[in-house]
C-alpha cells in the first residue's frame, strides 16, 4: 500500500505563486515517475507535468515556462513551483506516483487532490 499527501494549493490572484507537494510513503521499493494532474469543473483530468527518478520531465504546453517539477527520489516527495498564475490554472491537483512496490509489484497511485484557485 502506498500513501500519497498532498499540500500547498490555495488561493491567489492572477501573477501569483504557489508550491504545491507531494510525500509518498508506505511499501515502496522505486518510483519510477512521479506527475501531476489537474481537472477543472466540466473538464477531463489532464497531465500539468511528470518527471522520472533519472530526472527527464515533460510538461503541458499551457504550463511551459511557468511551473517547474522537481522531485527528492530519496524522500519520495515531488513539488511543483507554479509561477505566473492564470485563472485557467484554476483547478483540482492530484499528485501521481508510478514504480514498484517492495510486495504488491508495479503500482500507480494519486493523492486526494488539493484546489488551486486563481482570481482575476
Known amino acids: 500500500q502506498v500513501q500519497l499527501v498532498e499540500s500547498g494549493g490555495g488561493l491567489v490572484h492572477t501573477g501569483g505563486s504557489l508550491r504545491l507537494s507531494c510525500a509518498a510513503s508506505?511499501?515502496?521499493?522505486?518510483?519510477?515517475?512521479m506527475g501531476w494532474y489537474r481537472q477543472a469543473p466540466g473538464k477531463q483530468r489532464e497531465l500539468v507535468a511528470i518527471?522520472?527518478?533519472?530526472?527527464?520531465?515533460n510538461y503541458a504546453d499551457s504550463v511551459k515556462g511557468r511551473f517547474t517539477i522537481s522531485r527528492d527520489n530519496a524522500k519520495n516527495t515531488v513539488h511543483l513551483q507554479m509561477n505566473s498564475l492564470k485563472p485557467e490554472d484554476t483547478a483540482v491537483y492530484y499528485c501521481?506516483?508510478?514504480?514498484?512496490?517492495?510486495?504488491?509489484?508495479?503500482?500507480?497511485?494519486w493523492g486526494q487532490g488539493t484546489q488551486v484557485t486563481v482570481s482575476s
Open positions: 501521481n506516483a508510478d514504480g514498484v512496490g517492495y510486495y504488491s509489484g508495479r503500482f500507480n497511485y
Open positions: 508506505g511499501s515502496i521499493f522505486t518510483i519510477n515517475a
Open positions: 518527471i522520472t527518478s533519472g530526472g527527464s520531465t
